[in-house]
């Protein structure tokens, strides 16, 4: 059971251009429900003992991350793909998820309020062309675009996306959905993981973006004329549908 484990990838295996982590969540992912079925064999008499045993192998611990400033987010904008740059500043400055930015159709975005609505996500295993139901009900919600990313968002929507309202904000370059694992290796390039250029946040797209929203709404607001939320000194909270936004964002 242990050779097993460790060659999922608990194990730190010397392989190039890979993080240290790298098959860590994937092998705890898996190694979770086998224990539970092993040890429901084990209570109802069918086996002597669970054979999946080991501590903490259904656990991943996680690595401390340095947040984003605005200024490191404008190198990674810079560095990306012109018609990713503004996925990546909607992902870095608000609570959306990145199957639920890949979903967003134009008719999600109210220009007026600067918010957009989630109602679906990205299916990562589904065929083309399919949307499924976002991660949980408390899930659908609208929420406050800063304008450092609406400036960004109305740019592309003017470059890159489909007049029709339900056509989708951000797609591949022959108009196909982005899934978000496809995506990666431009986020790598863009932080400085595989380039010349200065490192900048070393996280995920989606896990830099509660600590990024913080430092960059301290930095923005006190330091760039309140770039991010002119209205108020503290961050927006996402909104229920049907809900009116916290501070108005009636300014455009």
């Known amino acids: 059971m242990r050779t ?13 251009d890979l993080p240290p982590t790298a098959g860590a969540t994937e092998a705890a992912q898996v190694y979770r429900p086998l224990h539970a079925v092993m040890e429901r064999a084990r209570r109802d008499g069918l086996i002597r003992e669970n054979p999946a045993t080991i501590l903490g192998a259904g656990s991943v611990a996680t690595l401390e991350r340095t947040p ?14 012109a018609r990713y740059r503004a996925a990546m500043w909607v992902a870095a400055l608000t609570s959306v998820r990145s199957g639920e930015l890949f979903a967003l159709r134009r008719r999600d975005w109210d220009a007026k309020r600067r918010t957009l609505s989630i109602e679906r996500a990205v299916e990562l295993e589904a065929a083309a ?15 406050v675009v800063p304008k450092l990313a609406a400036a960004a968002l ?24 982005i899934y978000p694992g496809r995506i990666g290796r431009h986020w790598t390039r863009a932080r400085g993981g595989r380039s010349r250029r200065p490192p900048v946040a070393r996280p995920t797209p989606h896990r830099a973006e509660h600590r990024s929203r913080c430092r960059c709404w301290h930095q923005g607001a006190a330091g760039s ?22 501070g108005g964002g009636g300014d455009g």
């Open 154 to 177: 109305v740019e592309h929507l003017e470059k890159f996306t489909a007049n029709a309202p339900g056509s989708l904000i951000f797609t591949t370059s022959t108009g196909g959905i």
């Open 68 to 81: 984003a400033s605005v200024a490191e987010l404008r190198i990674a904008a810079g560095a990306m793909p």
């Open 225 to 246: 004329g309140g770039a991010l939320h002119d209205d108020s000194r503290r961050p927006l909270p996402p909104q229920r549908p049907g809900q009116r936004p916290a």
């Open 4 to 16: 097993w484990w460790e060659a999922a990838g608990c194990a730190k295996a010397l392989v190039v």
């Open 129 to 143: 062309d399919s949307f499924g139901q976002v991660k949980a009900s408390a899930s659908l919600r609208t929420v």
